[in-house]
């Protein structure tokens, strides 16, 4: 295993609680705040997973989160817009804690993540953000059987939100139930 990280979730649900079990299991310490907040200043590395629409007061529930490294796995669902002012959530995130900030684990299903690390290929975790927040997505995505993959910087934390709708559209057009993803080869190379 890598080495032993603090983790805080803020959010404790289908998101925040699963990967919190398995980053537990992978020898992570991990501290799960739900609504009543709480301080996450002991924290290495933040994961944020609430609905959307409580993002702002999540965060303001939730001491010591100046500078944190912090991986924003919120969707706005129904292509709702992103806070007042801002292109994303993630923007909006990065400029209330003003750390490292990954929009990460939000193209992903919830209810697969355990199932991950049996996968024959490590699923991909698509992620944009911040490279002080490489390190942290990378680590928590091997840890529980993904393979984290860069698609650029902060500011296409707007695409990357705008794509799960299209995202959850065409997995229940595949017909298959709930999918992970993974960009491959081609077999004859
Ligand atoms: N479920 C998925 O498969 C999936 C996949 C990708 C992305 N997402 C996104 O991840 C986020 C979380 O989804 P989820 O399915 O994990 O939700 P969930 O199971 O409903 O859990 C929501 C969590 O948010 C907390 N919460 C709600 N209002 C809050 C507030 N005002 N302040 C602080 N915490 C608050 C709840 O606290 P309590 O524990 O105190 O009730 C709960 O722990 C959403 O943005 C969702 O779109 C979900």
């Given amino acids: 295993m890598s080495a032993a990280r603090k983790i805080t979730t803020i959010g404790r649900g289908t998101i925040g609680g699963t990967l919190a079990r398995l980053w537990t299991s992978a020898g992570h310490e991990v501290v799960q705040l739900g ?5 996450a200043g002991d ?11 409580a993002v702002p007061a999540a965060l303001a529930g939730v001491t010591g989160l100046e500078g944190k490294v912090i991986i924003d796995a919120t ?17 909006f995130v990065k400029a209330t804690t003003g750390g490292p900030t990954a929009k990460a684990f939000n193209l992903n299903f919830g209810a ?12 991909h975790n698509l992620w944009v953000g911040d490279e002080g927040a490489r390190a942290a997505v990378e680590q928590l995505s091997r840890d529980i059987g ?3 993959i860069h698609g650029g910087p902060l500011e296409r934390a707007a695409a990357q939100e705008a794509f799960a709708p299209m995202f959850i559209a065409a997995v229940k057009d595949a017909g298959e139930g709930l999918l992970f993803y993974r960009f491959f080869a081609p077999e004859a190379r």
Avoid at 43 to 53: E, F, K, S, W, Y
Avoid at 75 to 91: I, K, M, Q, T
């Fill in 35 to 39: 609504r009543a907040g709480g301080d």
């Fill in 75 to 91: 969707n706005r669902l129904d292509d709702v817009d992103p806070p007042d002012g801002f292109p994303s959530v993630a923007a």
């Fill in 43 to 53: 924290a290495d590395i933040v994961l944020l997973a609430v609905p959307h629409a």
């Fill in 112 to 123: 697969l993540f355990d199932q991950a690390s049996a996968a024959s290929i490590p699923p």
């Fill in 146 to 148: 993904m393979k984290a």
